[in-house]
């Protein structure tokens, strides 16, 4: 529960939002909730069975939290794994649709969906699929896009794409390093 444990501590030091992304032990999240977390991210690939996620739930629900539900290609569950082969757009959207069947059979709605794959054209057909299935906002993004030049030209394209279709009209955004290159990436050289 190290991580817990600094979180407690960088929370006491900033006055920003902050979501813990949770892997693998569903017990840092319903630590870091009695810190003051502001959003949970759980990832459907490792969280871990439906028992810890009610757990997990019934924590947000009784902290008012909202949970992103944070599909990520390299990351998909073993049964999605080996009926797919690989990740396809198809199983990042099983993925998702299993996770919010699940919130809403525990009657939580303050979530919000991601669909993240580093290859943008896979996350953008997978964000495709999904805004036709659900209501609740999207997290658009894509993982493991680079460095700030080459991470930046891919989220650009993905949400590009998404945004101009309108695929995506509920969606929040998620920007990492790429303001702090702001301007130069925007210079020509």
């Known amino acids: ?11 006491q030091q900033v006055n920003v939002p902050l979501v813990a992304d949770i892997h693998f ?20 690939g490792n969280i871990g069975n439906e028992e810890r996620i009610r757990m997990v739930v019934d924590c947000a ?5 909202p949970i992103r539900i944070g599909v990520n290609a390299g990351s998909l569950e073993k049964d999605l794994q080996e009926k797919y ?14 996770h919010v069947d699940h919130l809403d059979r525990l009657n939580f709605d303050q979530f919000k969906v991601s669909v993240k794959a580093s290859d943008v054209f896979l996350a953008v057909e997978s964000y495709r699929l999904l ?29 590009g794409l998404l945004l101009n279709e309108g695929s995506a009209t509920r969606c929040a955004f998620r920007w990492r390093r790429i303001r702090l290159k702001r301007s130069r990436l925007g210079s020509i050289s």
């Not at 629900?61 to 939290?65: A, C, E, G, L, V």
């Not at 082969?85 to 299993?98: C, D, I, N, V, Y």
Request: hydrophobic share 40%; glycine share 8%.
């Open 61 to 65: 629900r009784d902290k008012n939290i």
């Open 1 to 11: 529960m190290d991580a817990a444990e600094a979180f407690r501590l960088i929370k």
């Open 25 to 44: 032990d569903y017990r840092i999240a319903l630590k870091v909730a009695e810190y003051g977390v502001d959003c949970l991210r759980i990832n459907p």
């Open 131 to 159: 805004a036709k299935q659900i209501d609740q906002p999207l997290h658009l993004g894509i993982t493991e896009a680079g460095g700030a030049r080459s991470g930046a030209v891919k989220s650009a394209i993905g949400l």
């Open 85 to 98: 082969g690989e990740p396809t757009p198809q199983a990042l959207l099983e993925s998702a649709m299993r």
